[in-house]
Structure formats: structure tokens, C-alpha cells
């Protein structure tokens, strides 16, 4: 019988990062979309892996029978990353806040943060060869 594992705060945390668009996305121009708020946003992540040290676990974007801003969620899209504390969690959500090449992601996404541990009965299940 496999009995229940309470929550150890360890060296590494779960977070997800949970994100949506916002309208100001779908009404930019095609032009600044591609030459001005994808490269910022190529580069938060960037940012995020590199010199935050944050590790994407994986990541989730429900866009197959969704398009448009999300009204019946709040999220479009999710990204799973272990990271070493909560000030890189912190940061994470902040580089959103600040102009990357002059582009504050914030105008265009709202993005929240989740911290926690992994779900211990999917995980600790041996996954086939």
C-alpha cells in the first residue's frame, strides 16, 4: 500500500507559469507582432533559462480549439519550470513587467505564477520501457 507524502520544502520548487494574451495582442499590427513583441518574448524566455537558471519541465498551449483572448479560462498557456527559489520566480514574473528591447510583455499577456512540488501519484508510478 503506497501511503501519502506530505510536502517537503527541497532545493528546487515547481512552478508553472500560467499566461493569456490580451487584447492589445490581436489588435497590434502584424508587422510589430513579428519585428517587435515576439523577439522580446523569445528573449524573456531566453532570460528566463539562462540567467535565471529556471528549467522548463514542459510546456502546454491549448490553442487547438481555442483562439481569440480567453474568456471561458483565464489561461491559454502553461509552462512547467523547476527552479531554485521563489526571488527566481519572482524575477521570472517581473521580466514581463520590464521593456525587453522596448516591449513591456505585461501590455500584451498576463501572466501568473504557481509554486509547488510534483504530484506525487503520477510520479511516483513506473512508466513503461
Known amino acids: 500500500m503506497t501511503e501519502y507524502i506530505g510536502p517537503v520544502v527541497g532545493d528546487t520548487f515547481r512552478t508553472m507559469l500560467c499566461g493569456g494574451a490580451e487584447p492589445t495582442w490581436y489588435q497590434e499590427t502584424e ?4 519585428e517587435k513583441v515576439l523577439p522580446a518574448v523569445l528573449e524573456c524566455f531566453r532570460l528566463i533559462r ?17 483562439c481569440g483572448t480567453p474568456r471561458s479560462r483565464v489561461w491559454s498557456f502553461y509552462l512547467v519550470y523547476e527552479v531554485s527559489d521563489l ?3 519572482t524575477a521570472m514574473v517581473d521580466l514581463f513587467r520590464v ?7 505585461d501590455r500584451y499577456f498576463h501572466i501568473e505564477a504557481l509554486v ?8 511516483t508510478i513506473p512508466q513503461p520501457d
Open 31 to 34: 508587422e510589430v507582432r513579428r
Open 50 to 66: 539562462e540567467d535565471l537558471g529556471a528549467r522548463l519541465l514542459t510546456s502546454f498551449d491549448d490553442d487547438f480549439l481555442m
Open 87 to 89: 526571488k527566481t520566480v
Open 99 to 105: 521593456p525587453i528591447g522596448g516591449v513591456r510583455l
Open 116 to 123: 509547488g512540488r510534483e504530484f506525487f501519484p503520477a510520479e
